[in-house]
C-alpha cells in the first residue's frame, strides 16, 4: 500500500472537518483555520529557496570573443545592467561573482536599482567584465551590448568583444 503525504493545509481542513462533526447540535463549530501556507514553509529543512518566475525577466547567455579569451581569465566580476528610454536611464544592475563562460544570465525588476524602477523597454543590456571588481567602468574591461531588447526576452545573446580605453 502506498503512504499518502499530507501538507499542512489539508490537515487544517481535516481539522475542520472533525471539529463540524464533533458538534452534537449539528451545527458547525468556529475552527480557526490557517492560512494557506508559502512555498518557503512547506520546503524541508535545510531546502535551498526556490524563486519563482519573474513576469518580464530578460534571460540569455554571455559569452566572450574568441580573440578576447585571454583577456577575459583577468575578469574579476561580471555585471549585467539593462538601460531604458532616450534618456538611457539604468533600471536593472546585477553582479555575478562566478566566472564561467558562455554565462547564463537573468535580469528582472528584482534587480532594480531602486523600488518601484519600472522594468519597461525597449531596453539596451550591457555585460561589463571588470578587472577591478568595481561597479565604475574602467579601462581594460570587456563589454558587449545587445539592444532593443523587450522585457521578457528570452536567449538574448551578449558578446563580450569590446575593450574599454
Not at 531604458?84 to 533600471?91: C, E, L, N, P, T
Not at 555585460?127 to 545587445?146: I, M, Q
Not at 545573446?157 to 580605453?165: A, C, F, H, Y
Amino acid at each position: 500500500m502506498r503512504a499518502r503525504i499530507l501538507d499542512v493545509r489539508t490537515w487544517a481542513g481535516l481539522g475542520a472537518l472533525v471539529a463540524a462533526a464533533a458538534c452534537s447540535d449539528g451545527r458547525a463549530a468556529d475552527v480557526a483555520v490557517p492560512p494557506p501556507t508559502t512555498q518557503a514553509a512547506a520546503l524541508p529543512a535545510g531546502h535551498p529557496p526556490v524563486e519563482a518566475a519573474v513576469e518580464g525577466a530578460v534571460s540569455g547567455t554571455v559569452s566572450v570573443a574568441p580573440a578576447l579569451a585571454a583577456a577575459a581569465r583577468e575578469g574579476r566580476v561580471l555585471f549585467l545592467i539593462a538601460r531604458a528610454g532616450k534618456d538611457r536611464q539604468i533600471v536593472a544592475v546585477k553582479r555575478v561573482d562566478e566566472l564561467a563562460f558562455p554565462r547564463a544570465f537573468e535580469l528582472s525588476s528584482r534587480d532594480a536599482m531602486s523600488h518601484g524602477t519600472g522594468f519597461a523597454g525597449p531596453l539596451e543590456i550591457t555585460a561589463r567584465l571588470s578587472r577591478s571588481g568595481d561597479a565604475a567602468p574602467a579601462a581594460g574591461d570587456l563589454e558587449g551590448v545587445a539592444t532593443g531588447v523587450a522585457p521578457g526576452a528570452q536567449d538574448v545573446r551578449i558578446e563580450l568583444r569590446t575593450v574599454r580605453r
